[in-house]
């Protein structure tokens, strides 16, 4: 499929999620899968700044291409500025503009799935993007709408591809819904039908045969993969191995989550630094350990990493006695 003038060899996509998809993360499950992948959000009123936060969420991998960096914000200005800056510090070959973050600190500002209440304004933010990134491909990532009574993501949709969009992806829930409940696929299918841009259908993929299913039921282009690759960035590889109609690879065994769990903290090691990869490896190390018997007291050591020492103790501790 091509997103504007990009050509994406594949029709799998992980999904932005703060405080997980960092560049460790996305490479890992790249590597396993060939995946479409997003950076995490980034403020653009921040990028305009020069908050110094920003350029580790911005980077980008060697060989992460294409790919796309995410930002998110309301004011037009900034998000124009923003999407020039993003572009130019990431080398990022597409831009996604965030409308659809559930969480109140977003929302209650006046971004992400708070444009979704405002579709003329998020139609001139979108506008606005379209001019900062001067011919490169501005997605956008939204909700179903606000609430159940305010479902509005099929007109939503014709807007943003009115404003210039390239391509849209389409989480199945509302906002108030946040991550409960089922992902409605219903809607997702009728945007397909509404717009004559590439849809990335999301919600609810959390084995492989979904990913085969959401593309199917929705004719969606691609399908997107959220919180069913928390420590599982082998879901990634069988969901890409079932929409290429190969035969689906089986969990590994411990021992070699255990390799790609140590694999990722060494990236994130070199990118972050020992502080910030220690803090973050806590949650993703208690993630790769979900469904292993017997784990509860190594998942509490996990949340008290605090040194790369104290990491391979843990990974060292998990091999010998959980493997």
Known sequence: MKIGNVEVNTHLALGPMAGVTDLAFRQVCREKSGCYTVTEMVSAKALCYGDKKTPTLLKLGEEEHPA????FGCDEPFMEKGAALALER???DIIDINMGCPVPKVANSGDGSALMRSPEKA???AAAVVRGAQGRPVTVKFRLGWDKGSINCV???KRMEDAGVSAVAVHGRTKTQMYSGSANW??????????SIPVIANGDVFEAKDAVRILKYTGADMAMVGRGAFGNPWLLEQCAAALEGREIPPLPPLSARMDTAERQFQLALAHKGEKIACLEMRKHLTWYLKGVAYASYWKEQACKIQTAGDFDRVAAGIRRDLV
């Open 155 to 157: 007109e939503f949709a």
């Open 186 to 195: 219903d809607y997702i299918g009728q945007v397909k039908q509404a717009v």
């Open 123 to 125: 139609q001139r933010v």
């Open 90 to 92: 990431s080398g990022a």
């Open 68 to 71: 796309a960096v995410q930002i």
